[in-house]
């Protein structure tokens, strides 16, 4: 019978994974004058391309940071799943893209993920406070102008993605840490 691998993290990835889940909220605390423009989606593609699965570790550190900031309210919950969505769809992307080819991806990926950012957000609303489809319609076409401010915000900022995975890349490797390989 095979044994299946456990999936554990050293003392240093855990270290590391922390700092990465704080960088991503102290940079929306830092971008919070500026409505929907911050940099979660670009530092989310950009941990999920390196460290694949893992990269679920430094998401829910923001996420709970998040909830520990402003309050485990119910406009928090759907935070639970809305950046696991994200960190999905780069899963489902091939793991070893080429710079030209993410240079567009991923920057359409976190543009696409700015724009429905309501309609992700709109089911738990519609759940949580009882609209009905019509109110969720109302709802979603109110934050409008919002998730397009994310969009293109998003749309800008996953430009750095490439760059910026090349060298998180690198001081990996510099530290020791296993990297997946394409398989995982």
């Known amino acids: ?4 691998k456990r999936f554990r993290l050293s003392v240093l990835e855990i270290v ?3 700092m ?5 909220f102290v940079l929306q605390l830092v971008m919070e004058l500026l409505p ?3 940099f979660g ?5 950009t941990y999920t391309v390196v460290f694949r699965k893992k990269a679920l570790f430094p998401i829910y550190v923001y996420v709970f940071l998040v909830g520990i900031r402003w309050g485990f309210s119910l406009s928090w919950l759907p935070y639970l799943y809305l950046w696991t969505l994200l960190w999905l769809a780069v899963m489902l992307l091939p793991p070893r893209l080429s710079p030209k080819l993410g240079m567009i991806v991923y920057p359409t990926v ?3 993920h700015g724009a429905l950012y309501g309609v992700l957000y709109a089911p738990a609303q519609a759940l949580l406070f009882g609209l009905n489809f019509r109110q969720t319609l109302l709802w979603i076409a109110g934050g409008f102008w919002f998730d397009v ?6 749309l800008a900022a996953c430009t750095l993605v490439v760059p910026l995975a090349a060298i998180l890349k690198r001081l990996a490797r510099t530290w020791r840490l296993h990297l997946p390989s394409e398989k995982e």
Not at 20 to 24: D, E, K, P, Q, V
């Open 41 to 45: 989606a670009m530092l989310i593609i």
């Open 36 to 38: 929907n423009i911050h």
């Open 110 to 112: 976190g543009f696409l």
């Open 16 to 18: 590391l994974f922390s």
């Open 149 to 154: 401010l994310h969009s293109l915000g998003n």
């Open 1 to 4: 019978m095979k044994q299946r």
């Open 20 to 24: 990465l889940g704080t960088l991503m």
